[in-house]
């Protein structure tokens, strides 16, 4: 495992002390890591709504209404569950 050492300010510190005081985290770098692991998540749906929104915009207008639209969609969502 890889070493980085981080500078930050005292106010920080206390904070991330604080929370492995709490027992959720064995140690800063354990929170540190899952700070870490949030972000990676966050960014992973973030570019996976961008590209939603960049796939709808390309396809152009559609002739459905908006009622035909969400029960399209509705049904769709039942199927892949089923």
Do not use: C
């Amino acid at each position: 495992m890889a070493t980085m050492n981080i500078s930050i300010p005292d106010p920080m510190k206390d904070w991330v002390q604080s929370q492995v005081d709490t027992g959720a985290y064995s140690n800063t770098s354990d929170y540190v890591r899952d700070l870490i692991r949030q972000d990676q998540n966050h960014r992973s749906k973030l570019e996976a709504l961008q590209a939603a929104i960049t796939v709808g915009i390309e396809s152009g207008i559609s002739n459905k209404s908006f009622d035909q639209i969400i029960e399209q969609v509705r049904h769709k969502l039942k199927s892949d569950n089923t």
